[in-house]
């Protein structure tokens, strides 16, 4: 797809995608996520999309794609469930939030998006960046949220636009407590400030796992974010 490569593991028929991106901070490489890809056309009856990227562009180049005629010829779906690691989810939650008022630009074409998984994700990167936390960049998801509903910020385009995302993206947080790389209080401000402007999230802490957990198709980290992709594409 455009400039990248991307894998594809295919079930027979149209079906349903996971799409998946890769941790740039601890792995340059789509194949990390190699045996988790293999473990979606094995327990559940989607396709599976592994995009190499190198930005924020390519995850929208990437997901446009999926809306293209050489998909839809190998059988993908315009029904989408992104799951990112570390910085694949922040990416994936940018992606989401693309049509946030705050960015004041009209989004891409994009897949339909069902849901969106963060795994050991750095959502908040202002605070990521206070931590020491090299290697992120673009726009932190967490500044993209509606202000609280109570705000005198919230005006009916926050409102609407909150309202039909709500209605079709679900989202869903994973973190290992265990995590040396992004902590867990990353994710967990997320969830507040999504709550707190109208806009639900399932949030799974795992204990004794870390940031390269979820590369396991055995870890607990990568069963919740499974289990998140199907729940949204049900």
């Known amino acids: 797809y ?10 027979p028929g149209r079906r349903p995608v996971v799409a998946l991106l890769h941790d740039s901070l ?27 990227y190198g930005g924020s562009d390519d995850v929208a180049t990437a997901m446009a794609w999926l809306t293209s005629p050489a998909a839809a010829a190998l059988g993908l779906e315009n029904n989408v469930v992104l799951i990112g690691h570390g910085v694949g989810g922040q990416l994936a939650f940018q992606h989401a939030l693309r049509g946030s008022p705050a960015l004041r630009r009209a989004p891409k074409t994009s897949a339909r998006l069902r849901g ?13 960046r206070a931590l020491g936390i090299d290697g992120v960049s673009g726009d ?9 509903m109570t705000s005198s910020l919230r005006t009916a385009a926050w409102t ?48 004794g796992e870390g940031h390269g957990s979820m590369l396991d198709p055995a870890s607990y980290s990568w069963r919740a974010a499974r289990a ?4 949204a594409l049900r």
């Open 140 to 148: 932190s998801p967490i500044t993209l949220l509606p202000p609280a």
């Open 26 to 52: 601890t792995t340059s490489s789509r194949r990390s996520l190699d045996a988790v890809a293999r473990d979606i056309t094995a327990h559940t009856a989607y396709h599976c999309v592994n995009f190499d």
């Open 2 to 11: 455009g400039p990248r490569d991307l894998d594809l593991y295919l079930q």
């Open 116 to 128: 969106v998984v963060a795994v050991n994700a750095p959502l908040d990167l202002r605070e990521a």
């Open 160 to 207: 609407a636009w909150e309202e039909s995302l709500v209605a079709e993206t679900f989202f869903s947080l994973i973190h290992g407590l265990d995590d040396a790389v992004v902590p867990p209080a990353l994710s967990t401000r997320f969830v507040v400030a999504a709550a707190t402007g109208g806009i639900p999230s399932e949030y799974h802490q795992i204990k």
């Open 228 to 231: 998140a992709a199907v729940a």
